[in-house]
């Protein structure tokens, strides 16, 4: 039994449209501003939010990791703050946004060798299309 090759063209034609579609739906975001560090106490990195969406908080965490840059100064009706931790000894942030659902997602890309403390990178990305970082809803802009 011969298949019509308008049919092989067409099924390969919708195949390759949804396949993009699937992966145009995520982009990633690349940080406006960024700094990164290391906290010699490790304990301090528990909890750590996966974002920060209030000058306050992000005043708490830069007092609590005794970070030396100054403040930075997000306008956190336009921005967001996201930041990422890690045993290893180097991190990369790493910002994907979900066209479709509005969903950031943030994590990070790390070395594997254990080291004592902990590293970070924090980082401010546009809030324009953000509903939720990883699954969590934000709280109204300021």
Avoid: C, Q
Wanted: charged share 25%.
């Amino acid at each position: 039994m011969r298949h019509s090759p308008i049919l092989f063209l067409t099924a390969l034609f919708a195949f390759t449209v949804l396949l993009s579609t699937a992966h145009a739906e995520k982009k990633p975001l690349t940080p406006s501003k960024e700094w990164s560090g290391s906290v010699a106490d490790e304990s301090l990195g528990e909890g750590t939010p996966d974002f920060i969406a209030s000058a306050e908080d992000l005043a708490g965490l830069w007092k609590k990791w005794g970070i030396a840059d100054e403040l930075p100064t997000v306008d956190f009706s336009k921005e967001l703050v996201v930041l990422t931790t890690t045993r290893g000894s180097r991190l990369r942030l790493i910002a994907t946004l979900d066209d479709a659902t509005g969903n950031l997602e943030v994590g990070g890309l790390a070395t594997r060798d254990l080291r004592p403390g902990f590293r970070y990178v924090i980082a401010t990305v546009s809030r324009d299309g953000v509903k939720t970082v990883n699954g969590k809803e934000l709280p109204k802009s300021e």
